[in-house]
């Protein structure tokens, strides 16, 4: 009998719990425990303004602890950050992490300082522009990042259901190195995924570990979610 497994699923920047539901289902068929959440001033009509990334760690943290069984934390894109946050405070709790498409901190440098000098300035231009400091959601964000591969019409949906993006979130560090978190960690990518700023194989190598590779893009787990869910419940 395959041992029961409690995931929680982490989303990445602009997303909500809603993104990883079409996966989640598919765990909880296969007899786990899934909890899709939704990070603090990313939810439908949430002020984005105010929000730092210890914000979101402490989320992930306050979830956590709320359950009694150990969990798997599954992180998408800038969902790496308080997932790798949380994972260091939740030791006792945490079994593995699993990053997808998954931004891996480097200690000390936030998100912003590690992208290249070009996308640097654009974000920090962003968020100083912004009168509430947030990242408004974009459909050219998705149609030439997150699923360049989907129809029009699922694009278009799924822009109208992002929200934007607490700036503060992107602009705080770790002090914590992913690859020394005291548990085990797995990199899964989408074979077609140009969203994030630097290679899988470079995010993994952060982890000490291979890549393991699906079908689709940076929102595989939308337009793939039986594959992403196999490869979750396989690493």
């Known amino acids: 009998m395959t041992p029961v497994s409690t995931y929680v699923l982490i989303p990445g920047g602009w997303h909500a719990a809603w993104c990883w539901w079409p996966v989640a289902k598919r765990l909880r068929a296969a007899g786990h425990h899934a ?17 730092r990334l210890t914000d979101a760690v402490d989320y992930v943290v306050s979830q956590v602890r709320g359950l ?33 498409n998954a931004l891996v901190p480097v200690r000390g440098r936030s998100l912003v300082d ?24 974009s459909l050219a964000y998705v149609e030439e990042l997150f699923m360049q591969d989907a129809a029009p019409e699922m694009q278009r949906m799924v822009a109208d259901l ?31 995924d140009c969203a994030p700023q630097w290679p ?21 787990m939308l337009t793939h979610p039986d594959e992403v869910a196999k490869a979750i419940m396989a690493a």
């Open 35 to 51: 909890i899709a959440l939704t990070l603090p001033g990313l939810d439908d009509g949430d002020d984005p303004s105010g929000y």
């Open 68 to 100: 009694q069984l150990d969990v798997i934390l599954v992180a998408h894109s800038w969902g790496g950050y308080p997932a790798t946050g949380a994972a260091e405070i939740l030791t006792d709790k945490v079994r593995k992490v699993i990053y997808f």
């Open 114 to 137: 590690d992208h290249p000098p070009a996308g640097r300035d654009l974000l920090l231009r962003l968020i100083n522009e912004s009168p509430d400091g947030a990242i408004a959601p």
């Open 162 to 192: 992002l929200a934007p993006q607490p700036g503060g979130y992107f602009l705080d560090a770790l002090n914590v190195d992913p690859a020394d978190l005291g548990v085990a960690t797995a990199y899964i990518a989408s074979d077609s």
């Open 200 to 220: 899988a194989a470079e995010f993994a190598s952060r982890l000490g570990v291979e890549p393991v590779y699906v079908p689709g893009t940076h929102l595989s």
